[in-house]
C-alpha cells in the first residue's frame, strides 16, 4: 500500500497571529512555525495503516524553503521519504491553485490513499480535500474519526454534530480526519536522528508542468481586500441583585436577543 501524507507548515495557534498590511495575507516570516495540528494525526493514521498493512508513507509539502523543518519534524514520527514543492512563484496562491499543484504532485506519487488534516488552522477551510479529490477523480472520505481497510475498500466513521455517519469507498480515495480518530506518537530520539537521513525529494512547478500564471497572485481566484484588528475585550454588564435581579437579567437577555 503507497500512503501519502499531506502536511502543511502554519503559523503556531497558540501564539498570536498577524496579517501583513502590504497584502493582508499571514504574517509566516515572523510567526512560530509548526505542523498543522491536524495533520499530526494524518500521520499517525497513515503510520498505523502501514504497520498494519504494509507500504510505504510519504509525507507531501506545498510551502517555501523554511518549511523544511517541518518535513524533517513529520519524518522523525516515522513516514519514509517526502516530498516538498517549492517555488517562489507560489507566494499567494490560494486553495484552488494550491489543489491544482498537490493535485500534479500526486498524480506523480501514484499513492493508494492520501490522508490529510480536516483542516488547516490559519486558513479553517475544509475545501482542500474536496478539491483534490475533484481534479484526481478519485473518493473523498472526509471528517474521518475512524479509518478502517480491508483489501482496496475503505471504510470510515464520518464524525457529525449528531454522532457519526458510516461512508466507503474504493482505493484510490483521499481520507480527511480530525483530532478524534487517534492520539499522535512522540517522535523518539532514533527517529529524530533517522530523518536526517531520508530522502526529500524538491519539485518545482516547472516540473509539474503548472503555468506561473495559474498560482500565486496572478493565478488567485480569492483575494483579501481589508482587516483589522480585533477590538480590545470590554467590560461586562453587572446586574446587581437587590429583589429585582431576576428581571434585570432577563431584560439585558432579551435585549442581546438571547431570549
Known sequence: MKIVVL????????????????????????????????????IEEALRLQEAHGGEVTVLTM??????????KA???????????????????DALGTSKVLAKALERLNADVIICGAESTDARGQVLPHMLAERLGVAALTGARKLTVDGSQLTIERQTEEGY???????????????????????SFKGIM???????ETLSIA???????EVGWAGAQTTVKEHTKRP????????????EGGVALVDYLSSEKFV
Not at 501564539?15 to 494524518?42: F, G
Not at 480515495?173 to 478524534?180: E, P
Open 232 to 243: 480590545p475585550r470590554s467590560a461586562g454588564q453587572k446586574v446587581t441583585d437587590s429583589g
Open 207 to 213: 516540473d509539474l508542468g503548472v503555468d506561473a500564471g
Open 165 to 187: 455517519e458510516v461512508v466507503t469507498a474504493a482505493t484510490p480515495a483521499i481520507v480527511s480526519v480530525w483530532d478524534t480518530i487517534n492520539e499522535p506518537r512522540y517522535p
Open 75 to 93: 519524518l522523525s514520527m516515522g513516514p519514509d521519504g517526502a516530498v516538498h514543492v517549492v517555488d517562489d512563484a507560489l507566494s499567494g496562491t
Open 7 to 42: 502536511v502543511k507548515q502554519v503559523p503556531d495557534s497558540g501564539a498570536e497571529r498577524n496579517l501583513r498590511a502590504e497584502d493582508n495575507t499571514v504574517d509566516r516570516a515572523s510567526a512560530n512555525n509548526v505542523i498543522n495540528e491536524m495533520d499530526e494525526y494524518a
Open 63 to 72: 510551502g517555501p524553503q523554511r518549511a523544511t523543518e517541518s518535513i524533517r
Open 194 to 200: 533517522a530523518a536526517k537521513k531520508k530522502p526529500v
